[in-house]
T-cell receptor, first 113, second 114 residues
């Protein structure tokens, strides 16, 4: 069974810092991996989707990398802003597991002005 | 731009009562999902519907039933609520299966069973 770990569980940084969120997974036979953002009391918003054949994906100040063989993905946030404060979750998908995404527990990010 | 809409937002039930969570999407997506989110357990898939007319069990289906009413709507029913079903429930949809496509979530339904 796929297990997904996100480190750190919580992170507090001053505005303007570049930061890295980590995601590790036990089964490297993944189809793709998604990163999501969840604001308090809200649903999840997909940020980036990396196919298993890709090494990285970029959207604005966000860059996600994927090292399938080592079971790791990182989400890099450049020049962090208070509006980036949220919980970030990663979810690798295994093709033969039906439509199941396995979610990590998330990293709760606080960016202080 | 509604996306995925789920109702109700909040509900308190007594043990043994039944209720249905409603979900509708307006993106013409084929696949729909129900997840629950619990502290320390993350998000877990309850049921999904790969296309209209089909439903399949996810990781934690016990105590739940689903109905894919049409392409737009996917409901989740608790026949006899238990305190262990206290959770936040999310409906989601994707154009096709989640592994290959971006998945869109609703705002969540907070359910407390007392």
């Amino acid at each position: 069974k796929q297990e997904v770990t996100q480190i750190p569980a919580a992170l507090s940084v001053p505005e303007g810092e570049n930061l890295v969120l980590n995601c590790s997974f036990t089964d490297s036979a993944i189809y793709n991996l998604q990163w999501f953002r969840q604001d308090p009391g809200k649903g999840l918003t997909s940020l980036l989707l990396i196919q298993s054949s890709q090494r990285e994906q970029t959207s604005g100040r966000l860059n996600a990398s994927l090292d399938k063989s080592s079971g790791r993905s990182t989400l890099y946030i450049a020049a962090s802003q208070p509006g980036d404060s949220a919980t970030y979750l990663c979810a690798p998908a295994i093709l033969n597991a039906g439509n199941m995404l396995t979610f990590g527990g998330g990293t709760r990010l606080m960016v202080k002005p | 731009n509604a996306g995925v809409t789920q109702t109700p937002k909040f509900q308190v039930l007594k043990t043994g009562q039944s209720m249905t969570l409603q979900c509708a999407q307006d993106m013409n997506h084929n696949s729909m999902y129900w997840y629950r989110q619990d502290p320390g357990m993350g998000l877990r898939l309850i049921y999904y519907s790969a296309s209209e007319g089909t439903t399949d069990k996810g990781e934690v289906p016990n105590g739940y039933n689903v109905s894919r009413l049409n392409k737009r709507e996917f409901s989740l029913r608790l026949e006899s609520a238990a305190p262990s079903q206290t959770s936040v429930y999310f409906c989601a949809s994707s154009l096709r299966g989640a592994p290959g496509n971006t998945i869109y979530f609703g705002e969540g339904s907070w359910l407390t069973v007392v």
